[in-house]
Nanobody, 123 residues
Framework: QVELVESGGGLVQPGGSLTLSCAAS????????MGWYRQAPGKAREMVAT???????DYADSVKGRFTISRDSAKKTVTLQMNSLKPEDTAVYYC?????????????????WGKGTLVTVSS
C-alpha cells in the first residue's frame, strides 16, 4: 500500500508564497503520474496541477502562471510551488499518485491519496 505524506501547508498573506511537498513510499510500485488537488469548504475537490512520469504538466486555469509543479522521480516526490497566493486559494490540498503496484508477475493500478494539508491565505 502506497503512503503519501504531504508537508508545507500553513497560513500566508495574500500575494505570498508556499511550497507543498509530497513523498510516496511503501511496497513495490511505479508512478504513472502525481498531482495536487484541493477542496475548499462547501466545494467539490478540484484538480490543481498534475505531472506525468514523462514530465507532462497540466494546471487548472485558476492557477496557471502562479503555481508550478515538479517531481523527483528517483525520490518519488512531487512539489507544488505556489506564488501570488489569493484568498480563493484557501483549501485543503491533497497529494495524488496514480501508481502501478507490483507483486511477483502481477501489477495493478491504484489511485492513492494523501491525508491533506491546509493552506490558508488571509491577511
Amino acid at each position: 500500500q502506497v503512503e503519501l505524506v504531504e508537508s508545507g501547508g500553513g497560513l500566508v498573506q495574500p500575494g505570498g508564497s508556499l511550497t507543498l511537498s509530497c513523498a510516496a513510499s511503501g511496497g513495490d510500485f511505479s508512478i504513472n503520474a502525481m498531482g495536487w488537488y484541493r477542496q475548499a469548504p462547501g466545494k467539490a475537490r478540484e484538480m490543481v496541477a498534475t505531472i506525468t512520469s514523462g514530465g507532462i504538466t497540466d494546471y487548472a486555469d485558476s492557477v496557471k502562471g502562479r503555481f508550478t509543479i515538479s517531481r523527483d522521480s528517483a525520490k518519488k516526490t512531487v512539489t507544488l510551488q505556489m506564488n501570488s497566493l489569493k484568498p480563493e486559494d484557501t483549501a485543503v490540498y491533497y497529494c495524488n499518485a496514480d501508481t502501478d503496484q507490483m507483486l511477483s508477475d502481477y501489477s495493478w493500478r491504484v489511485i492513492n491519496w494523501g491525508k491533506g494539508t491546509l493552506v490558508t491565505v488571509s491577511s
